[in-house]
């Protein structure tokens, strides 16, 4: 991403909204497609909602605490000169995306009819073509001070044989892509049954947990850097992917049928975003994203659990 940045001149924003989000988000897409084309009964369509739904979820209770962590074991190791996330208010964009149109997902579920699904999923997919286009004219500066890819810094290949390890590790990538989202499938609708637990409501914590891994550690890395707009806008980006795409997508290949659990985690996801907006207005992260962050997550769980 920062390649990209470099060598095209884009803006460093619109790399970390957009472009970044769109990459890390395959596992996810895969376990989707998995649950719902393989488990297409009411088990397999509830894993590939909670998959969409948990996403924004997981990274605004458990992923921004531990950017903040990573923040200060940045600051002790001289990688950062402050443990504050100091972020360009070209992020309000994203945010504002979330906070106003995240809820809609809930509309057609108390309406039950597919001619709402299909016009929310459409205003949804129109709401995000509208935000690339707003983070491409506000997309900020390009990274100057990129070092190269670290491959190839270590091997120096021709062009062709470049592609053809490229192809490779894509094909590998994508095969064990598949394996893994057969095995988490399975694995959380055999756990809903043996604790008697919602299947909606654990997918909601535990795909995301795992799919979100990609995304997360290039915030993680980004914020070690001090590049804390990128860090951000790689998180709320993906926010964005899933408060807009994918439910899209979901409303029109599936029931759409949500639960208490669901609605929760919409809340929560609501309630972390609006105060961040506040702060990204401002130009700071603080710490009170963190904490609020993790009271929704005990919250949730406790609601989950209830029934054990």
């Not at 899933?242 to 599936?254: C, D, E, F, G, W």
Request: no cysteine.
């Amino acid at each position: 991403m920062e390649y990209v940045s470099s060598r095209y001149r884009v803006g460093a924003s619109f790399v970390g909204a957009v472009l970044s989000p769109i990459l890390t988000s395959f596992p996810e897409l895969v376990v989707f497609l998995v649950a719902l084309l393989l488990y297409g009964n009411v088990s397999g369509e509830d894993v590939a909602v909670g998959t969409v739904i948990g996403e924004p979820f997981v990274v605004s209770t458990i992923i921004y605490p531990i950017i903040f962590v990573i923040a200060i074991i940045g600051f002790y190791l001289h990688y950062r000169s402050d443990m504050v996330l100091e972020v360009d208010r070209v992020l309000v964009a994203p945010f504002i995306v979330v906070v106003a149109f995240f809820p809609t997902v809930l509309l057609p579920a108390f309406m039950n009819s597919p001619q709402v699904r299909l016009v929310i999923a459409v205003f949804l997919l129109v709401i995000y073509l509208l935000y690339i286009y707003v983070m491409r004219v506000r997309q900020g500066l390009a990274i100057e001070d990129y070092e190269g890819l670290y491959m190839l810094r270590i091997i120096r290949t021709s062009r062709l044989r470049e592609q053809l390890l490229l192809a490779t590790q894509l094909a590998i990538s994508v095969a064990l892509l598949f394996v893994g989202s057969r095995v988490m499938v399975e694995g959380i609708i055999d756990l809903s049954r043996s604790l008697m637990l919602n299947v909606m409501g654990l997918s909601i914590i535990i795909v995301p947990t795992a799919t979100v891994l990609p995304e997360s550690i290039t915030a993680a890395i980004w914020t070690l850097r001090g590049r804390d707009t990128m860090a951000i806008a790689a998180l709320i980006g993906e926010k964005v992917l899933y408060s807009t795409v994918y439910p899209a997508i979901a409303l029109i290949v599936t029931r759409w049928s949500l639960d208490i659990e669901a609605l929760i985690s919409v809340i929560v996801v609501e309630a972390v975003s609006s105060i961040m907006l506040y702060h990204v207005v401002k130009g700071r992260l603080t710490w009170d994203v963190a904490v609020i962050g993790l009271l929704g997550y005990i919250i949730y769980m406790l609601i989950l659990m209830r029934g054990i």
